[in-house]
């Protein structure tokens, strides 16, 4: 079962709510596809045992063979090529490794070769109910702006056996859909604010899109107002949980420690949750 | 020689646009039949590279020199590597009057950036 915990709104707490699941659940994985800043570690402590580069194809030209007659400028969808006159310049941060150029060239003038744009790192984290957990995040090298093929890498880590929890990016572009496509539900973490309910509205609509179930968790429940309680009503959304606010887990936060090993009645709270998405997704 | 601006519509009332890769159309005058013709910027829909996209589309028309408000770094490299005179004019400039000023030598040239 793969289930991605987004939100739309950055800050609301997605990792505190991943990292934590992750911790109680039976057999789970925890994925973290925020590449460009992943910091579920912070909480797992995860020990890693294998590190691996991403890389992506980019087009190389052979001048010996190119008649510069740029049909691989015109295929280019982001302009990553430009041909002039006997020179063909090669924009690799614009390129999405699509392969078009290397497909259209008539002269077989395009090979291609590979640029790393990140890495990722696997490891074992040390569960609260059971011994361990799986760990796995990806990391976007600094300077590259496309994250999507290092989340699709992540996501090979998924074992079908398992409770693999992804770890979603914020927002609604890009990173977030690469994430969300394929997962059996998705649990948006809120918070009762305007802002808040503007981007669930946005991050609901690409679940309803990509035809994910999905539910709704709010943190820091007993502040804001009650726009985001009423939202659900209104769209027969589950709410699968509500956390209020917590001096004590903010300062465990503040530390790096996990709310489930400070907290008794939040550890049963997240059992209760992986319950109830396991029952959703059965539905 | 051909001159290229980018501005924001088409058509001689149009005024000169700050943007390079993202501006709405491009004027190109012929100094020679002393003529305008307007073209559509694709860049101003594409998704990423809108300044290399703009450039290509300039030398593919055989442009030799460019005014516009701001390059790029990409941009500024394509057009560099083509040697094509890269100018900066003001902005909402009519047309005509950045024509007049280009024939006076009166623009300054940019200056390629090191990024």
New interface residues.
Partial sequence: MIIAIASGKGGTGKTTIATNLALVAPASQYLDCDVEEPNGHLFLKPTISDKRDVTMPIPKIDDELCTYC?EC?AA??????????E?V?V?SE?CHGCGACTFICPEKAISETTKVIGYLEIGKAKAVLEDELFFGHGVSNVGNPLSPPIIKKVKKLVNDDCFAILDAPPGTSCPMVQTLMGCDYCLFVTEPTPFGLNDLELAVGVARQLEIPYGILINRSDSGDSQVQEYCRREAIPILMEIPFDRDLAFAYSKGEAAVIHSQSLREGFQKLYQKIVAEVGK | MKIAISVTAAGEAATLEMRFGRCPYFAVYDSETKEYEWFENA?IK????????A??AL??RGIEVVVSGQYGP?AS??LG??NIKMLLGPSELPVAEVIAKWQANELKEYAIQKF
């Fill in positions: 740029g400028a280019c969808e982001f302009n990553a090529l430009a041909v002039i006159g020179k310049m924009f614009l | 860049g594409a998704a990423s590279g809108a300044g290399t996209g450039a290509q030398l593919d990409k490299q394509v590597a083509a």
